[in-house]
């Protein structure tokens, strides 16, 4: 299993509708997470973070983070075309308890969003 | 806020030479910088953690006498690949950490010739 599960899309939505992005994870001890987006040829972007279970809401973006159930997921209100793009959960997971704040990261959502 | 830039943005260099790479934070103190690559299409791969003022902690399977990393101060990471080949030719990433999240630098593009 890996340690951090998305879906690899394509994930296609039309102008102006809700994307929702989904990602779970396997350390249950993991306590940071985060949403990064990566245009091609691009480096990654920091779009979100969460530590805490519930949701976190940042303009058109909300993360939402259940530690029971190991799921963390990112919603795009109002998609643009702008948005479309590779969207990367990370997580900071403790598994060997060797971490040093290093992010693991899922395959990655490709999100197209169309006129 | 939350700035990090890199130097050069891209580089092309002839095999056997060597290229240094400058990671710096523009507003914040980083107490851990991380450096990694990326082939088209691929997802990214951590090569090493780097915390000022200690030796850097590479990842498995990358060559710490190839690429150098000296973390000289809370602002400043540099990576450089000695005796570049055609395989190291990619986009090398650098990110700067002031807690827990990552700021992601805009890349350096090396091509070797």
């Known amino acids: 299993q890996k340690e951090v599960e998305q879906n690899s899309g394509p994930l296609s939505v039309p102008e102006g509708a809700i994307a929702s992005l989904n990602c779970t994870y396997s350390d249950r001890g993991s306590q940071s997470f985060f949403w990064y987006r990566q245009y091609s040829g691009k480096s990654p972007e920091l779009i979100m973070f969460?530590?805490?279970?519930g949701d976190k809401e940042d303009g058109r973006f909300t993360a939402q983070l259940n530690k029971a159930s190991q799921y963390v997921s990112l919603l795009i209100r109002d998609s643009q075309p702008s948005d479309s793009a590779t969207y990367l959960c990370a997580v900071i997971s403790n598994a060997g308890g060797t971490s040093y704040g290093k992010l693991t990261f899922g395959q990655g959502t490709i999100l197209t969003v169309h006129p | 806020g939350a700035v990090v830039s890199q130097h050069p943005s891209w580089v092309i260099c002839k095999s056997g030479t060597s290229v240094k790479i400058e990671c710096r934070s523009l507003d914040f103190q980083a107490t851990t910088m991380f450096w990694y690559r990326q082939f088209p299409k691929q997802s990214l791969m951590l090569m090493a953690t780097s915390n000022e003022g200690s030796k850097a902690t590479y990842e498995q399977g990358v060559e710490k006498d190839k690429f150098l990393i000296n973390h000289a101060s809370l602002t400043l990471s540099t990576l450089t690949v000695t005796s570049a080949h055609p395989e190291d030719s990619s986009f090398y990433i650098c990110?700067?950490?002031?807690?827990?999240?990552?700021?992601f630098g805009p890349g350096t593009r090396l091509t070797v010739t």
């Open positions: 990110s700067a950490s002031p807690y827990y999240e990552q700021y």
């Open positions: 969460i530590y805490s279970n």
